[in-house]
Structures are given as structure tokens and as C-alpha cells.
């Protein structure tokens, strides 16, 4: 069995609240397109986050089905399976399925219910896709490991599999052991998978929600093929750079098995972004406004294209109207320069001042991301307020917020 193993391709994403990335989703589509051509793969396997929202608009939504169609169009012998990630609507991309079927493509949005005593014999059959060539698991993200649940369904295919076909396992989780470089903000809401949860009798498990491409166990990236034994965890990687902190090529992952019990051959095949992300000044010294407007003109004019963050001297003084600056400077490039307001201020000053009051520059509330942090700093302006209180009621409302918003992913 020869497939593509792709995922967190976050269709309509918005970067900075202001530019779409069509575009480089096109770029992307036309480049595994051309794959497709190349290597006639069994399969093209998409580990979760679809999406970049639950409820995206019509006009994403048309861009899914375009691409995927044209896929079909061109490729009908290739089964594609699609599962839901934490950024998907399960129920949503679930309902499509029976539509999507018709055109040889999977999808799957809603996990097994995590009490499966009450499901029909067989239940396990409603995500296992077999094909000609082997045998496909298709898991979306659910909330907490399950291992019962998976190791059922494996087991079901084990059944049912006396040709001893590939085995693949598809999930959309955070296994722990892996590189999270570029989730700082959302590690924290995530529980990991251990790896003695994921279940045996796969030949390979297709990862998505970590964006940064990696195969457990293994510092192999840099090359170009890679051979594993059975039993291989891997993350493909999001084809797009998602953030500026992701300074790694990203690329989709071809594989093939070609009997149960491995060996699985990984090639690596680069994408090839339309714009790129790149920190300023080039050389990394913290910049005062009039060096970060410069270095700005000129990587502009130098480069016509890409995503630029700042680092900025916060000991120097700043106009108030200094991003209004920066994009009335890269205006006239419609949309091609486009600036990451969230800059990186080195040098911030201790600003307390002798009568014990707290003042706050612009640039340090910028970087605060936990509010407590700001509320232990101006506590003399609140001395009735019980600070240890406060901090656990901010994590029962973040650990309901996690809840809640897994329970939306998972069941709804
Ligand atoms: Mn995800």
C-alpha cells in the first residue's frame, strides 16, 4: 500500500486578523496535486484539522469541496479519508459523509462513544476503510486517550485480516515524547497521549495536530527517505507554516507498506511555501522605531512577499502611532508584505516606581498572557482581594473552558 499522509491544513485560516491565505492553500493543492500524478498513491490520509474553524464560512467551506473534488476528478481510484481535528466541528464534518462516500472519499467527524458496551457488534467497522491494498483506521480527535477503544477496533481488523495487509491507525493528538516547537500558547490546554496508549497491530499511525513533522523515536528530518520498522508514530506536519515560530521545513509524508508487520519506507516531499515568515532586523538585534522601519522598507522592497515579526528595543521610546507606521509603510504592496503586530520587546525596563506603584509599558502587557500575573503586580491596589482565591477560580473557569469546548469537539 502506497499513501499520502497529510493533515492540520487549516482551511481558511485568517494570519494577524487580516490576511487569508487562499492562496498559498491553492499553492499547496497544486503541489499534491503534481504528488498525486508522480507516485499514484492508494490513499490520501488527512489527520484532522481540516479547518481552522468550527463553523467556517461558505466560502471555505467551497474551497474544501474544490479542492477535494478536483482530487477525486483526477485521481478516482485514490481513497481519500478526511477525520476531524480539535478545530473541526465533528457533527458538521461528520453529516457530509454519506455525500462525500459517493465520491470515494471518507469522512470522519464523531469518535466512538467512550462507553462502547451499548454499541452494536460491529460498531468497530465504522472507521475502519478497507481497501484493495490494506487497511485504514480512521480516528478523529477525541477527548482522553481510549486505548480500550482503539485496541478494539485494531482488533476488529486484525479479524479481518488473514492476507496480512498494512494496518493504518489515523488520530488527531498530542502524544507525549514529541517536539512541540510553535504550540507554546495552546500546549498548555492539551492533554498528551502516552505512547502505551495508542494501541498494537498497526503498521503505522498517521498523526495530525502537531505541525512540526516528526516520527517518534527518530531525529531523521533532514533526510530525504527514512525506513522504519512496524509499529512507526509519526506526524506529517501541517503543509503551511502556521506561525512564526515554526522555522522548519514542512513537507507531506509519501509511505509504503508493503505487507503487515512493516518494514514502512518514508519519503519526505517538501512543500514549497508561496510566502515565508521572517523575523526582523535580519540580524536579531532588538530595533528602536526608526531601525525597524528601515529594516522593514528594506526587506520589503528586497523580498515583495512575507510574513515579518518584529524585535523591538523596549528601552528606546516608541511613537504610539508606530504599527500604524509599519502599515502605511507596506501598504502599497496589497497584501503580499504582511506584518505580525505582536512584536518581540527585548530590553523591557523595570518600571516600578519608588512609591511602590506599578507602571506598565505597552510592550510588557503585550507579552502578559496569564492574568494573574497582572493582578500579583498591581495587588497593592486591591488588598481585599484573596489572590490564591482568585488564582483558583481562574483555573476552574479555564479547566470548564477546556471541557466545554472538547465536549463541543467530541460530541456535538
Ligand atoms: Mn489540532
Not at 461558505?58 to 478545530?87: C, E, R, S, W, Y
Not at 523596549?314 to 497584501?335: C, H, R, T, V, W
Amino acid at each position: 500500500m502506497r499513501f499520502i499522509h497529510t493533515a492540520d491544513l487549516h482551511l481558511g485560516q485568517v494570519m494577524y486578523q487580516d490576511y487569508t491565505r487562499e492562496d498559498e492553500h491553492d499553492y499547496f493543492f497544486s503541489q499534491l496535486e503534481g504528488w498525486c500524478r508522480t507516485y499514484h498513491p492508494d490513499a490520501l490520509l488527512v489527520s484532522g484539522d481540516i479547518f481552522d474553524i468550527q463553523q467556517p464560512g461558505a466560502h471555505v467551506k467551497k474551497i474544501f469541496n474544490d479542492h477535494f473534488v478536483a482530487l477525486h476528478n483526477n485521481f478516482p481510484q485514490m481513497a481519500i479519508v478526511i477525520t476531524a481535528g480539535n478545530h473541526d466541528s465533528a457533527s458538521r464534518i461528520q453529516a457530509d459523509n454519506p455525500i462525500w462516500k459517493m465520491g470515494n472519499v471518507t469522512l470522519i467527524g464523531l469518535a466512538p462513544a467512550s462507553d462502547t458496551s451499548s454499541l452494536p457488534d460491529g460498531w468497530q467497522d465504522d472507521y475502519i476503510v478497507a481497501l484493495p491494498q490494506g487497511y485504514i483506521v480512521a480516528l478523529p480527535f477525541m477527548t482522553g486517550a481510549r486505548p480500550e477503544t482503539v485496541q478494539s477496533i485494531l482488533d476488529r481488523v486484525a479479524q479481518r485480516n488473514s492476507a496480512q495487509k498494512p494496518v493504518v491507525l489515523m488520530g488527531h493528538m498530542a502524544v507525549s515524547g514529541m517536539d512541540y516547537t510553535g504550540h507554546n500558547f495552546e500546549i498548555g490546554n492539551l492533554q498528551t497521549v502516552d505512547t502505551s496508549q495508542l494501541g498494537h497491530g498497526f503498521d503505522y499511525m498517521a498523526l495530525g495536530h502537531i505541525h512540526r513533522p516528526q516520527t517518534l523515536g527518530y531525529n531523521d528530518e533532514h533526510q530525504p527517505q527514512s525506513v522504519y520498522p512496524t509499529g512507526t508514530v509519526r506526524y506529517s506536519g501541517s503543509p503551511l507554516h502556521v506561525s512564526c515560530d515554526e522555522k522548519y521545513p514542512h513537507s507531506v509524508s509519501l509511505v509504503q507498506i508493503d505487507r503487515h508487520g512493516g518494514p514502512v519506507t518514508l519519503n519526505r516531499l517538501r512543500v514549497a511555501q508561496k510566502r515565508h515568515f521572517f523575523e526582523l532586523p535580519a540580524n536579531g538585534t532588538p530595533a528602536d522605531a526608526d531601525h525597524a522601519l528601515l529594516a522593514v522598507r528594506q526587506f520589503a522592497e528586497k523580498h515583495q512577499s512575507g510574513y515579518f515579526r518584529l524585535t523591538l528595543d523596549g528601552s528606546k521610546p516608541f511613537p504610539a502611532d508606530f504599527n500604524q507606521q509599519i502599515y502605511q509603510l507596506i501598504e502599497s504592496y496589497n497584501g503580499e508584505i504582511r506584518f505580525n503586530p505582536k512584536s518581540i520587546w527585548a530590553n523591557i525596563p523595570d518600571t516600578t516606581s519608588t512609591d511602590g506603584e506599578t507602571l506598565f509599558e505597552v510592550a510588557e502587557l503585550q507579552q502578559m498572557t496569564d492574568p494573574m500575573e497582572f493582578i500579583r503586580q498591581t495587588q497593592s491596589h486591591y488588598p481585599e482581594l484573596d489572590i490564591e482565591q482568585l488564582a483558583e477560580a481562574f483555573k476552574e473557569v479555564e479547566a470548564e473552558l477546556r471541557r466545554l469546548s472538547e465536549n463541543t469537539n467530541s460530541e456535538s
